[in-house]
C-alpha cells in the first residue's frame, strides 16, 4: 500500500493497493491552493508520475464519496493512468459524471455504480471488495474493504457516527462488525476532526436550531451553506415548506448540486418551493418569505456569500433586516478569509449567526469520541491514521497508544511510504520511499511546486521587479519602488549600469555579463533600498 496524497495537509486524498501485478486505487482529490507557497495555482494534485510505466497494471479506482478532496483531481488523473474504470455509489458516480461532462471526458471513461447496501463482496482484479456505507456530510459515502491474499483492510473514508440524520440511513454498527469479523490487518482511519473531543453534533439537533432561527427572522433570511450538503439543504425546503417561504438557491455548484439531488430523488422538494434567483421572481416574493441559500460560507474568492458580501452580486444586496447564518464550520485555512468576509457583511447591518452563537452547523468528520468507537469495534492489528496532517495524525495515534496498541502498530505514514505485508498478513515496513512532489494545476498545465518559477512568483510577489536594457541602460520597475523613489533610484541604477558597462572586458560574452550585472544589481539594492527583487538584465 501506497499512500499518493492526504498525508501532508488535507486534501488530495488518494491511496494505492499493489498485490502481484494488480493495481487498485482508492479516490483522487485535490487540495485548494491558498496562495503561500502555491502562488497563482488553481489547485493541489497528487503525484501519480510513478505510476506511468504501470498504467496497464491499474484495475480500478474506487471513489469513497463525492467531495472534491475525494474527487476533484480526476479529470486530471484519469486520463493521466490511462482511463481506469471508477467504481463508486450512485451520488459519487453521478458528480463525477457531471465534471467529467464538463471537461469533454465521460464518454472516455467505464463508470460502475455500486450498490453500498449490498452487504457482500465482489472482484476486481486479484482483490476481493465491499463498499459500505458511511455517514457523512454529501449523500452515499462510503467506506471500502479490500482483501488481497495477504491483506484486509478496511478503509473508513470520511466518516461520523450519526444515528440520526437527515436524508441518510442512520449508522449502521452491526455492519461495520460484521466485516470487521473477518479479521482486519489494517484500519484507514481518517483524523480530520480529531483535535475535536467528543461526538458531532447530530443532524436533528441542527434542524431545530434552524427552524427556530428561521422563524424568529423578520425579513429575508441567507444560509450559507457547502453546496453538496444536500441535507443541510433538504432541512432548510422543509422548513420552508413549514413556515410558507421559499428557496431561492444562488452559486453555480449549489445549483447542480441541487439538480442531481433531485433528478436522484434524493432531496425532496415540493413544486414551488424552489424558485429561480433572478430579480424578477426576487421582486414577486415578498421578503419575509424568501430564504436565499448560497455557496461561498468559507470566504472562497469567487463564492456566492462571498460576492453578495463585496456588494458585487448582480441580484443580491444585503439589508439591515436580513438575518445571515453560516451554517458550515471553518474549514482550517479559511480563518482570515471568513472574519474579512464577515466584517463586510457585519458593515450592512444584517444580523449574522455562526456555529459560535447556535448550534447551525453539524460536521461531517467524527471525533475522537467516534473514531474510538471503530478502533474498538474494528480491533484492527495496525491502524493508519490518514486525512491530516501530521499533528491531526500524531492526536489519533496517541488515542491508539491508550486504548492499548503498540506504537509500533499504528503507522504514522508520509505520502510515497510503502508499506508491505508478507503472506503471514505481518508489516514488512519499507524504508524505501516513492519520492513524490507537490503538483500544482495552474491554468491549462501542472507543474511542480518546487520549480524556479514558483520561488519567482513568490519573490515577485513580496519584492518586485527590476527590468535593465544594458546596452542602453534603460531601467524598469513594477511593484519595487513606491512613487516618489522611482525617478531617483532609477537613475541611480542606470549609473550604476553605465559604469558596469564601462569597465566590461571587450571578450566577456554579453549573456555572461548580464547574469553577473543582475547579482550585483541585486546586492546594490538590498544595500541601498534594503529590498530584494527579482533582477532581469537583458
Ligand atoms: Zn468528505
New binding site residues.
Partial sequence: MIPIGGLRTVGANMTMFEHGEDILIVDGGLEFARGGNSPGFNYLLPDIRFLQPHLKRIKAMFI????L??IGALKNLVPALGFPPLYGAPFTIAMIKKSFEEAGLKNKVQFFTVNPDAGKMANVGVFKYEFFRVN???PD?CGVYIETPSARIMHM??YKLEFFPRIDKPVDLANYSRIASRGIDILLQET?NSYKQDWTTSETKVTGELKQLIQDAPERVIIGNFSTLISRIQDVVTIAEQLGRHVLVNGRSMVDCVAIAREMGILKCKEGTLKPLDSKTMESIPENKQIIITTGAQGEEFGGLNNISRGDHQTISIKPRDTIILSSSIIPGNELAIIDMMNRLNRFGAKIITIKENEVHSG??GGIAEQRVIMNLVRPKYIIPV?GDITQRLTLKREAVKMGWDPKNVLMLEDGSIVELDERHELIFSRKKIQLEALGVDGMSIGSLETKAVKDRIQLGEEGVLVVNVKEALVESRGLFFPDEISASHGAIADYVKKAVANKKPEEHHKNFCEFLAKDLGKMVLKVWEREPVVVCL
Fill in positions: 469513497t464519496h463525492g467531495h478532496d475525494h457523512h456530510t454529501i459515502s473514508g470520511d480530520t461531517g468528520h486525512h
